[in-house]
């Protein structure tokens, strides 16, 4: 049946590596990396069948910690605000996971069709910073059905404990973010869609652990990924386990809303959220939720502008961003595939 075009992954869905802890995963996606993959299906329709990031990512450093009510209270009203103004428009929507949010989708490019985004990804906290410079994501279509995702990231990471032999600012490559997903539920454009999207976080082989830019942990994740269509909005939603080698394993969710407010403009809201289960009274729960407000402008076709910007539902702190984006392109190949 058909799905929607997209297919990429999400921002590499973890958050990135930072002092304090070991959390699985990094939107959009390598800890040291930033948060997991994404992809853009509803912008532009593959000729043949297929179907639907940012950011998502590899095992990040926190510190334990846990969602106040304020901020469950706050996600609880933005979503209600947001989903009820989109409610308001005509014009049916289709938006997607994937980049530049870290929240994924079912969406795949097609048979024989290419997605590859190119974004900076920077991840602010309190006196440290991490970011892609750039974030590279490289799709391939396998059939109508299947996708295969190679992720990446040149880092760049600023971290005053950092030992002075190296430098308070450190560059190199992030966690490889390798993975593959398959859309085995199709209802149709409108219908409900299901995949699953299993990923291995892997560190290369260079000195990016000895000197602190990527967590010594590897990983394995499995999410899976639903997408439906409800009136006027898309609404994607995705959840996973992470098994962490050399650390607690964990576990992510997010939820992505849109709407396309004109034919070259998709808007959407993504609450993202990952943390670790508890392993000790030593060592318990931790979790690092977000909130981020994005669009996908269609510049020409096979050219898509990618914008996301948000933080931390918690307190500024060292594990807790107070400014996260991604700000990049993403070119669909052949061009003569999408519309």
Known sequence: MTARTSGGSSVSGNLPIVPGGVLPVCILRDCGAGLRQRTVAGFFAAVSPASVSPAPVSPVSVSPLSVSPVSRSLVSVSFVVFFFLLLLSATPGFAQGGPPYYTNDPGTPGPFNWEINLGYMPFFYSGQSVS????????????????????????????????????????????????????????????????????????????????????????????????????????????????????????????????DFTSKLEGDIEFYDQGTFHTSENQPSANQPTIDFGARYKIHSPIIFLLMAGRSLEPTRSNQAYFLGYFGIQILLPPKSYK
């Open 132 to 259: 892609h410079t750039p974030d590279v994501d490289i799709n391939f279509g396998i059939g109508d059905r299947i996708q295969l995702t190679y992720e990446n990231a040149w880092l760049r990471v600023q971290n005053p404990s950092t030992a002075p032999q190296f430098g308070r600012t450190q560059f190199g490559m992030g966690q490889s973010n390798p993975g593959v997903k398959w859309r085995f539920y199709d209802a149709g454009e409108d219908g409900l869609s299901v995949s699953v999207f299993p990923q291995f976080f892997l560190n290369n082989p260079n000195d990016a652990v000895r000197r602190g830019i990527t967590a010594a942990s590897q990983s394995f994740l499995l999410p899976f990924e639903f997408s439906k269509k409800l009136g006027p909005v898309d609404v994607d939603y995705e959840v996973g386990y992470q098994a962490v080698h050399r650390g607690p394993d964990g576990w992510i969710t997010g939820l992505v809303v849109g709407h």
